[in-house]
């Protein structure tokens, strides 16, 4: 079973390296733009332009990667942030969920937003729900139906004067067994 969507992963991965190559992109340009300039004239031009050159280069380049590592860093950040909200909100729903189940509330879970991730999750739960109310529905049946025997057996044993130690220790012995058919539907 595959919690997380797998295109929607890969979609999620191939905008984040799109935006890192733009970065890149972007960076590059613009240290293109900041060195680009034309040789005029003789020789001594020529050089005193390189020298300048030179100089630039590593002012230009050390800014770029400065600019380039701050967007890169905001990009993942950004990204990030976003996929950890597509499933830190269903985990959170879930817990809460958790919680009200704890303090007695058996209701559905109702279904996680669109675009979230862990879409399972509610379904899984529900039907987890769904058979422990059937389990519970079904051992009060069985504790109803034997607690209806046992009080037929008393007044039958009341009208014909037979209550005695024998006895309550047959009733007392059916409640046992009672108590063990409940015990063994939760394990």
């Not at 890192?20 to 004239?41: K, M």
């Not at 300048?52 to 590593?58: A, S, T």
């Not at 958790?98 to 209701?107: H, S």
């Not at 209550?163 to 009733?171: E, M, N, S």
Request: aromatic share 10%; charged share 20%; glycine share 8%.
């Amino acid at each position: 079973m595959q919690y997380l969507d797998p295109d929607y992963r890969k979609t999620f991965i191939f905008k984040v390296c799109a935006g890192g190559l733009l970065v890149i992109a972007a960076g590059g340009f613009g240290l293109f733009c900041y060195l680009d300039r034309p040789f005029a004239g003789g020789y001594l031009e020529a050089v005193s332009i390189l020298d300048e050159l030179r100089r630039d280069v590593f002012l230009g380049v050390l800014v770029a990667i400065v600019v380039q590592l701050s967007l890169f860093i905001l990009l993942v950040f950004g990204a990030s942030l976003f996929w950890t909200h597509k499933i830190a909100g269903p985990l959170h729903r879930f817990k809460s969920h958790c919680r009200w189940i704890a303090a007695g509330d058996l209701a559905p879970m109702a279904d996680l937003r669109s675009g979230d991730q862990l879409q399972q999750i509610p379904s899984l739960l529900n039907d987890g729900l769904a058979a422990y109310q059937e389990k519970a529905v079904q051992t009060a049946r069985k504790l109803r139906s034997a607690i209806d025997e046992l009080e037929t057996q008393l007044q039958s044993w009341q009208s014909k004067g037979m209550i005695g130690a024998d006895r309550l220790r047959q009733l007392e012995k059916r409640l046992q067994e009672m108590s063990a058919i409940n015990e063994q539907d939760y394990e």
